[in-house]
């Protein structure tokens, strides 16, 4: 249940009603009344009070302020209940509970002179019939001269279904427009991978050649492992794109994440299209990155579409702007401050003057069935709004679009290359590394042995777990993968701490969706770190582990 907030003016109304009504005639009160009906001394005034409330689509009862029974209820009331609950506490009557529920006594109604305060009003769902209602609640002063809770309900079951189909479809609608996205860009993704294949077989070819013939050719080495970089790369941005889950909003930096969408969307725009980017600031803005990474693709995916037949200029430009107060008016509900302005602009075929109001409207499109879902826009206006910036749009037909979007600033990130690299992290302390794959294994082991490590590696998380029984104290750390059969990498860390609680264990995982950091507490796991497996990563990251446990 929500907190109390300002009462509606129906109520209010009908409060003021009830009011009049019943202090018309006030009788001396009655030890002992449970219920007021019909009765025929009953003044004309209370009468009619009691037949506008059986009348009243709303759920109304009254109940006692210090027994808290339900001393009367309207018609509404006892259909929609189909029990009569009077001399039943409000409490059990709504939720079937024996104890008092938060929202019903959360306040009291009455101030410290015994004089009514005010409305309350909050929204919850009863667990007698699962449905959501809007209550408003104060007191009044009843017939029989004692102050009593008035409480009307208003059934929002059916705005609350509808809220939760919207977020829902908002939720299939972003999705569904990833994986648009990511069809489209299926060509340049291939084209990319091509290349680095191509690369790492002919570099690893010369290399084994110049090998065989008693030579050694390390720039050959080094373009293999450039290549290698690029395809790691390339595997994180498409699994953290095409991810079902959103991430949590964090600081995050755009210019990196405009350089990674561009480089996936250029083999996927004709050559004709130039593309231009000028990026000027480092600022960090509080986003899901994810989400961030959709809109520029589809600011400028939208672009392309606008040149694919002629060609064109697509130009990129993040800056930073200081919007003053005068601005709102363009951009309704953004307050004066600082901004990262993102601004995609084409010199395609512009928009016509009598669709660019609904061009941000879900499924309003002016592509073709086979061309996509025209659902990028209303997503690009979601993602902007959640971070509580804005986007507007500026277009003449035949002239392009420019898209402009703005987001608040959180702080200005450091200079790119700034600060000295850092030596690779030495150690000397035992490590039982358990990994299905044999070759990555046995990489693990030559890499940590180099740096000074003793690795006993294990490709059966069931023999790593038996050698673990019998020997728990030969190791000072555990890695484990995540994804292998028989026994997964959390269950088996949960079987390891069962033996011996302190030693800490790091999971690698190559899915972009780690374990949860709530997950990772309640089995103990010190660290994830994510696959493939980079030398200098791998060093800090056990170091860093390792050095905690040593405080």
């Excluded at 249940?1 to 019943?22: C, D, I, N, R, Y």
């Excluded at 950091?517 to 696959?531: F, Q, T, W, Y």
């Amino acid at each position: 249940m929500t907190q109390p907030h300002a009462a509606s003016g129906a109520f209010e109304e009908l409060h003021h009603k009830v009011k009049v009504l019943t202090q018309e005639k006030e009788p001396t009160p009655t030890a002992g009344t449970q219920a007021v009906s019909k009765e025929p001394g009953l003044p004309d005034a209370h009468q009619t009070l009691l037949e506008i409330l059986d009348r009243i689509e709303a759920v109304i009862y009254a109940a006692d302020l210090q027994t808290r029974d339900i001393i009367f209820m309207n018609h509404h009331m006892r259909e929609l209940f189909k029990d009569d609950v009077s001399s039943r506490s409000y409490w059990n009557a709504f939720q079937d509970q024996e104890d008092p529920c938060v929202s019903g006594c959360s306040e009291p109604l009455l101030d410290k002179h015994g004089q009514p305060q005010g409305v309350r009003v909050w929204e919850g769902k009863t667990s007698i019939n699962n449905r959501w209602f809007l209550h408003h609640e104060c007191a009044v002063r009843w017939v029989d001269g004692r102050h009593v809770r008035l409480h009307v309900a208003t059934d929002i079951s059916a705005v609350k279904s509808l809220q939760l189909e919207r977020i829902q479809h908002e939720t299939r609608m972003r999705q569904a427009q990833k994986m648009e996205a990511i069809g489209t860009l299926a060509g340049g993704i291939a084209h990319d991978f091509n290349n680095i294949l191509s690369a790492i077989l002919g570099y690893a070819e010369l290399a084994l050649d110049d090998a065989n013939r008693g030579r050694a050719t390390p720039d050959y080495i080094r373009q293999i492992l450039r290549a290698g970089h690029r395809a790691r790369d390339l595997v994180h941005q498409i699994l953290t794109f095409s991810r079902q889950t959103e991430t949590a909003a964090k600081p995050v930096q755009v210019q990196p994440i405009i350089k990674e969408a561009l480089k996936l969307l250029r083999a996927s725009l004709p050559s004709t299209i130039d593309i231009q980017v000028n990026t000027r600031s480092q600022a960090l803005v509080l986003a899901d990155p994810i989400q961030i990474h959709q809109v520029i693709m589809n600011l400028c995916t939208n672009a392309g579409h606008a040149m694919r037949s002629g060609g064109g200029v697509l130009n990129v430009l993040l800056e930073e702007q200081e919007i003053a107060p005068g601005f709102a008016h363009q951009c309704a509900g953004m307050p004066p401050g600082s901004y990262l302005k993102l601004q995609v602009s084409d010199t395609g075929h512009g928009i016509d003057p009598g669709i660019i109001e609904r061009i941000f409207d879900p499924y309003f499109t002016t592509k073709k069935m086979e061309e996509g879902s025209g659902m990028g826009l209303a997503v690009v206006q979601g993602i902007v709004r959640g971070c509580g910036g804005a986007v507007t749009v500026e277009s003449k037909a035949g002239e392009g679009a420019t898209f402009t979007v703005f987001l608040p600033i959180m702080q200005h990130g450091g200079s790119e290359g700034s600060g000295s690299q850092k030596m690779v992290p030495l150690g000397c302390e035992r490590i039982l590394f358990v990994d299905d794959e044999a070759p990555l294994a046995e990489l693990a082991q030559e890499m940590l042995s180099r740096l000074g490590y003793h690795v006993t590696i294990r490709t059966s998380s069931i023999q790593a777990l038996s050698w673990f029984e019998r020997h728990p104290h030969d190791f000072d750390l555990v890695i484990t993968d995540l994804t292998m059969p028989h026994i997964t990498g959390d269950i088996l860390s949960e079987k390891v701490k069962a033996i011996r609680p302190e030693i800490p264990i790091m999971i690698c995982t190559g899915y972009s969706q780690t374990i949860a950091e709530d997950a990772m507490n309640r089995l103990g796991i010190s660290a994830v770190i994510m696959k493939p497996l980079i030398r200098n990563n791998l060093a800090a990251a056990i170091r860093q582990v390792l050095d905690r446990v040593a405080r």
